[in-house]
């Protein structure tokens, strides 16, 4: 497990330091202050910037965690979500590069941004569908990947092709890139953004 936390303005920081890691083989867990703004749901460079920045410090800060591993789990902290439907999630990727459940927040789709239907789109239009169906990109909050690639470097980024663009839509475009081109969305595994 690996978690990093900056900048919250919650308790987050105290609840952390309540919970017990021992069960996991392995936890890092770090909290720092960075002095970085608050964004809201908005499409903007240094937001993915900072969004990449961190999702990379959960990969460095536990190189030997993600060596060991077969995939690793991306999470948002502020989603909810069943265990066990995630638990099947993760069983079910192993027929996947990029395999994310599906983000809902007031009923309607939440990672519009994120998700890509085809090569060359930029938004994801928030059709709800059923079952597992094959996207250009994904995440959706709860998201599991290869390791293999980031092991060998592969890193999250906010830029891509002399633009900035969402980190994780990027990260989908790279594998693809590097031949790691299964990549779907669960519409029947479900968490709330909250």
Not at 2 to 23: I, Q, R, Y
């Amino acid at each position: 497990l690996s978690v990093h936390e900056n900048d919250s303005a919650d308790n987050t920081v105290g609840e952390l330091s309540k919970l017990d890691f021992s069960k996991f083989d392995g936890a890092v867990v770090t909290s720092i202050k960075l002095g970085t703004p608050k964004f809201g749901r908005v499409k903007e460079a240094e937001r993915v910037k900072l969004l990449a920045a961190a999702r990379n410090a959960t990969l460095d800060q536990a190189p030997e965690l993600l060596d060991k591993s077969d995939r690793f789990i991306s999470i948002e902290s502020d989603i909810s979500y069943n265990p066990k439907d995630y638990a099947s999630l993760i069983r079910k990727s192993e027929a996947f590069d990029v395999l994310s459940g599906c983000c809902l927040f007031e009923n309607e789709f939440y990672d519009k941004w994120g998700t890509r239907e085809k090569e060359g789109d930029s938004w994801y239009y928030g059709r709800i569908g059923k079952g597992t169906e094959d996207k250009w990109a994904t995440y959706s909050c709860f998201c599991v990947y290869t390791a293999e690639p980031f092991q060998r470097g592969l890193r999250f980024s906010g830029f891509w092709n002399g633009g900035f663009d969402c980190d994780v839509a990027i990260a989908c475009f790279e594998l693809r890139s590097l031949g790691y081109g299964k990549i779907a969305l669960d519409f029947n595994t479900l968490c709330h953004q909250m």
